[in-house]
């Protein structure tokens, strides 16, 4: 009877050519780890580029057949498969297969920035386009309410070798929010360096697929989260949100200059007016400016930007967004066409921009 050892193995093993390399199994580096060896049972563990490797096969054959040739016909032979697991790509190559990649900002919270975003992309898969909605506010997520899928927890999809994550779909668009991953109740108590990290995550190790337009609601003012979007991501263009009143216009002029920075160069897309006006329901006519009148209009001339959109103060619209069915998954109601003409617009300024523009970049750090 012969007796095993590893080194007989690996020797066999050497025989064996990877169509891959044209070069040994030993040399391509593919031997995971030291033969196993019970008795006459041997146990090898061989490592591919990727699952879908043409030659994984034929090269397990082939190495199954070399160590019963060159050792013995009575050797069990177990060979093991696993596959390299990739890194994550650089940041210029990530999300290549998105086309345009849109930030919903606002210069503070309170204005609708998350409503516009959530309705925005519901309206431009309406329109056809295939859209992702990626939610950025790490401490205050609000998207999965809104959307009504607060109990979804996204699984792990294994691509190209890398265990990704999966998008949740709703209302034909791919969502993620960390408020898939913590509880709706507890406080999330971190410091920046780590929700920075964690917003990586939901853009570099998700499997977001192609997207006409990936839409990212940022979180109120500009911070630590803004910055890791301007450097991770090379973003097509900005919306700003605001309402007409002053105090909120002053935050908005920030959040264009942000964008605009000699360092970021973000084209500014242009301006939504939410809360334009109050119409109460049963006199539809009528408009009451309760937050003041056209001040978006007046800032987006000032800013030579375009205003792409004015959002009436409508009940529904608050109604859709805590019942999970946004006013843009209704298009034949006024809210829900005001979301259409929005999205149509902002098709239109994203054409433009692409047309006249050079493409972004990132903003390189030091």
């Not at 070069?23 to 061989?46: F, H, Q, W, Y």
């Not at 004015?310 to 006013?327: F, K, N, R, T, Y």
Request: glycine residues 8%; negative net charge; proline residues 6%.
């Amino acid at each position: 009877m012969t007796t095993l050892y590893p080194q007989l193995i690996i020797d066999a093993l050497a025989t064996v050519t990877y169509a891959g390399t044209k070069k040994n199994l030993i040399e391509s580096g593919m031997l995971a780890d030291t033969p196993s060896i019970n008795g006459m049972k041997v146990r090898v563990i061989l490592e591919f580029p990727r699952e879908t490797d043409p030659f994984l096969r034929s090269t397990v054959k082939a190495a199954e057949a070399a160590i019963h040739y060159h050792v013995s016909e009575e050797v069990e032979v177990e060979i093991v498969t696993e596959f390299k697991s990739k890194a994550r790509p650089e940041p210029d190559k990530l999300l290549p297969e998105v086309k345009n990649i849109v930030a919903v900002s606002s210069g503070k919270g309170g204005v609708g920035k998350s409503t516009v975003a959530a309705n925005l992309a519901i309206a431009l898969a309406r329109l056809g386009y295939s859209v992702g909605l990626l939610d950025c506010d790490i401490f205050g997520p609000s998207v999965p309410k809104m959307l009504h899928i607060e109990d979804a927890r996204p699984y792990a999809v294994k691509v190209d070798g890398r265990d990704l994550i999966e998008p949740v779909e709703q209302y034909g668009v791919r969502v993620l929010s960390i408020g898939f991953f913590v509880s709706p109740t507890t406080a999330t108590l971190w410091r920046g360096g780590m929700a920075s990290n964690a917003l990586k995550q939901l853009i570099a190790d998700a499997d977001w697929g192609a997207l006409d337009y990936l839409i990212l609601d940022t979180p109120p003012g500009t911070s630590d989260i803004h910055l890791t979007l301007l450097q991770t991501l090379a973003i097509t263009g900005a919306v700003i949100v605001s309402t007409p009143q002053q105090v909120a216009l002053a935050d908005a002029r920030k959040g264009i200059d942000m964008y605009r920075n000699e360092k970021v160069n973000v084209p500014i897309l242009g301006l939504v007016e939410n809360m334009a006006w109050f119409t109460p329901a049963e006199l539809p006519e009528n408009r009451y400016y309760i937050f003041g009148k056209e001040g978006c209009k007046q800032l987006a001339d000032e800013m030579q930007v375009p205003l792409l959109a004015q959002i009436p103060l409508v009940q529904g619209i608050c109604e859709g967004g805590d019942s999970g069915e946004p006013a843009a998954t209704r298009v034949d109601t006024m809210t829900g066409q005001a979301f259409l003409n929005l999205a149509q617009a902002v098709v239109t300024v994203v054409n433009r921009r692409n047309k006249e523009q050079p493409k972004t970049k990132r903003v390189q750090t030091k």
